[in-house]
Nanobody, 120 residues
Framework: QVQVAESGGGSVQAGGSLKLSCQVSGYRFNSCGMGWYRQFPGQQRELVTLLQGSGAIVYQPSVKGRFTLSHDKGKNVLYLQMNNLTNEDTAVYFC??????????????WGEGTQVTVSS
């Protein structure tokens, strides 16, 4: 059973930094990849960054150059270093560990999320 647990959220002033961690258990990295998502109040979850099965990393344009995804495969931990944070980054951040199911579809396993609040 895949279990996902995010940590590292908190409150920070604009221009500051936070590093999120995602500890995953019962999971082996695969072609479906892993990623970070965020959700603003009243809106759908959106992709922030994705580590693809190939090892390539894609970023949402609004975070490119400020956020950095990294992966410790041995510890099964996914990190998100967030620098130069702005008010617009305030959201609940979720980690997803994706697994492949029959038919080659990718299914996400979600954590409970961690709140990031950026204030001016």
């Amino acid at each position: 059973q895949v279990q996902v647990a995010e940590s590292g959220g908190g409150s920070v002033q604009a221009g500051g930094s936070l590093k999120l961690s995602c500890q995953v258990s019962g999971y082996r990295f695969n072609s479906c990849g892993m990623g970070w998502y965020r959700q603003f109040p009243g809106q759908q979850r959106e992709l922030v960054t994705l580590l693809q099965g190939s090892g390539a990393i894609v970023y949402q344009p609004s975070v490119k150059g400020r956020f950095t995804l990294s992966h410790d495969k041995g510890k099964n931990v996914l990190y998100l270093q967030m620098n130069n944070l702005t008010n617009e980054d305030t959201a609940v951040y979720f980690c997803a560990a994706n697994t492949k199911v029959r038919g080659n579809a990718c299914v996400p396993h979600w954590g409970e999320g961690t709140q990031v609040t950026v204030s001016s």
